[in-house]
């Protein structure tokens, strides 16, 4: 065991959602339960025995119910995850085998329980179908929860939390990002994942404050240390002494300051000084964001990215479920547009022990379209419920993932089907909806020219590209340093897919990181996009820093750094340009005001 440090330390990690938070730490043990015993049980204690796991099963039951009942309203609907880990507490092969096992082979609860599970998996790998193969990991989290009970141990989860505390964990996958009981959490820490992984994505759009990435958090924190977090640097501050508070604290009011300053600006236009309008538009997750969307001056939905309703019901949602959440999000934005993004399941979406098959290489596996294009029921189900919701405002479709031209074409094909069966049904859509894909595998940048011909518009997503491009896990801290968006590279990539769209008379948006980015969102300018979509907190900041620069200035910044070899130089260049306009920004390039 390790002695408890008491001085202050730093560590250094990676910011993945702005905010700083002072306040105790809440260790998160998400490790697996081992079974230490197996024995066989005296014929007399066996009654015992199934007592002690029925007393389990009651507890996990009470835990469950709990659970729901404080669920944050964003993402109350998740609740249909618990409710099937419910129904699996009551499960005759789980349960009933159990205590079989236990009367008829003499043996204890938690030896008897680990064997049904066992047969259970048995079972499941029999199972054809990939999706319901994998729901073997909502049984097996059931059963892991069950051990820990009868092991008398506590699970440190996510919703036990009694006060407000920052949470310190090894990982956090996007859904256990979303069960973070809000009330209760001011933020988190995590020693894995990177600055555009979707965990990350989702706290900001929780506006939970988070550094990830810290390698070594988990080794270095105790329970109950008291912990600065600043989200906008990635800095984090073990027992911080006096004046490390004092300064943080005043660091808080500032960026406080700093936020109502610009929110009242935040409905000027973004237009450089020598008149060239850009849009300016929120990247979303839940429907509930749309309103703040609109308060931080969004211009319409840039990314609805859907994939996170899906998580909130046991299996997936149904087609009406899916229209109603779309219909409100068309109709509250409207008359501004909503570009609906179908299903991007897979990669680092949702891994964790309640979703999709483990692949050994998810980025590159059934991902998004691949998945949709194999599962098509599933994808013509959400088709149908964006084309009805097309009729209450401006939605506009786009397919996520496209390598191709041929998926193009199939994903084209299942939309003309559902269009023709929803006219048979007289069912009312937008007959002229925009349909539009995102460029994000580098060889849908190469064949761009190709693809214009095919669609209405491109959204380059650079999360992606720069993932694929220069072959960096963007969840992965090892090679965090190493995810470069002004890699000469991702520049000429953005470039190429810019002046396919034109030839082709089609607009081109980007809406992945870069896009909220102050320090690549002159470079963008400068290379011709036209539309920037973000998360809806930076948008106020990114409207007034267009408003600051020249069209003129900001290409002739770009012809600069194409003359420049590396990402190194070029980030260089931008941040002494950078500087003079943004004073809020750090020698990093971090904001640390917003
Ligand atoms: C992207 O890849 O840039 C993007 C916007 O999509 P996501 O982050 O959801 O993968
Ligand atoms: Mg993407």
Redesign the pocket.
């Known amino acids: 065991m390790t002695e408890h440090v008491t001085g202050q330390r730093r560590l250094e990690g990676i910011p993945a959602s702005p905010g700083i938070i002072i306040g105790k730490a809440h260790l998160v043990d998400k490790s697996r339960v081992k079974i230490l015993y197996q024995y066989l049980v005296d014929e007399k204690q066996l009654s015992r025995e199934v007592e002690k796991f029925k007393g389990a099963l009651h507890t996990e039951e009470e835990k469950l119910l709990k659970l729901r009942d404080q669920m944050p309203k964003q993402v109350k609907e998740n609740a249909f995850i618990l409710d099937s880990h419910l129904m699996i507490l009551k499960d005759s092969m789980l349960v009933g085998s159990t205590i079989k096992r236990i009367l008829n082979e003499k043996i204890n609860a938690e030896w008897a329980l680990k064997e049904s599970l066992e047969e259970i998996r048995d079972v499941f790998e029999q199972i054809n179908d990939e999706y319901l193969r994998s729901r073997i990991t909502d049984v097996e989290n059931v059963t892991e929860r069950i051990l820990r009970n009868l092991s008398g141990g506590t699970e440190h989860g996510l919703n036990e939390i009694r006060e407000r505390m920052i949470i310190v964990a090894h990982d956090l996958s996007p859904v256990d990002t979303t069960e973070l009981n809000i009330s209760k959490v001011m933020g988190f820490i995590t020693d894995i994942g990177g600055r555009?992984s979707?965990t990350a994505?989702m706290a900001q759009a929780l506006e939970i404050p988070a550094v990830v990435g810290l390698e070594s958090a988990t080794g270095s924190v105790q329970e109950g240390d008291l912990l600065i977090v600043d989200g906008n640097t990635g800095e984090v501050v073990i027992n911080p002494d006096d004046r490390a508070i004092i300064f943080y604290q005043e660091k808080q009011l500032q960026r406080e300051k700093y936020k109502s300053a610009i929110a009242r600006i935040s409905h000027l236009p973004a237009e450089t000084l020598d008149g060239h309008k850009v849009a300016v538009m929120a990247?979303i997750e839940f429907l509930e964001e749309v309103a703040a969307a609109k308060d931080y001056g969004g211009e319409g939905i840039g990314?609805y990215?859907t994939e996170f309703l899906y998580l909130r019901s046991k299996g997936f949602p149904n087609e009406e479920e899916l229209f109603e959440d779309y219909r409100e999000v068309a109709e509250i934005i409207g008359p501004a547009p909503v570009i609906i993004r179908t299903l991007?399941l897979g990669?680092d979406n949702f891994v964790s022990d309640l979703e999709i098959p483990k692949e050994i290489n998810p980025a590159l596996g059934l991902r998004a379209i691949r998945l949709c294009l194999k599962e098509p029921e599933i994808f013509r189900s959400q088709l149908r419920a964006i084309l009805r919701a097309s009729a209450y405002g401006k939605a506009k479709l786009m397919f996520?993932m496209i390598s191709g031209l041929q998926e193009v074409i199939d994903a084209k094909e299942i939309l003309g089907q559902v269009k023709a069966e929803l006219d048979s049904q007289g069912v009312k859509y937008d007959p002229d909806i925009e349909t539009g894909i995102?460029i994000?595998v580098p060889s849908a940048v190469v064949v761009a020219d190709i693809l214009a011909k095919h669609v209405d518009f491109f959204s380059i997503?650079?999360?992606?590209?720069i993932q694929y491009a220069l072959a960096i896990d963007r969840s992965n801290e090892h090679v965090a340093n190493m995810y470069q968006p002004f890699h000469p590279a991702i520049l000429k990539m953005i470039k190429q897919v810019v002046d396919a769209g034109k030839n082709a008379g089609i607009p081109v948006s980007l809406?992945?990181?870069m896009a909220g980015d102050p320090l690549c969102v002159p470079i963008l300018l400068g290379l011709g996009i036209g539309e920037f979509s973000m998360n809806a907190r930076v948008i106020p900041l990114i409207k007034k820093l267009v408003r600051s620069i020249s069209l003129k200035e900001a290409q002739e910044d770009f012809e600069t750094v194409t003359g420049l070899s590396t990402a190194r130089e070029v980030r260089a260049y931008i941040l002494e340009r950078m500087k003079k306009l943004l004073p809020e920004l750090d020698e990093k390039g971090y904001l640390n005001t917003c």
Request: negative net charge.
């Open positions: 555009t979707h994505i990247n990314l990215r991007d990669g996520p995102m994000e997503g650079t999360n992606d590209l809406c992945g990181e």
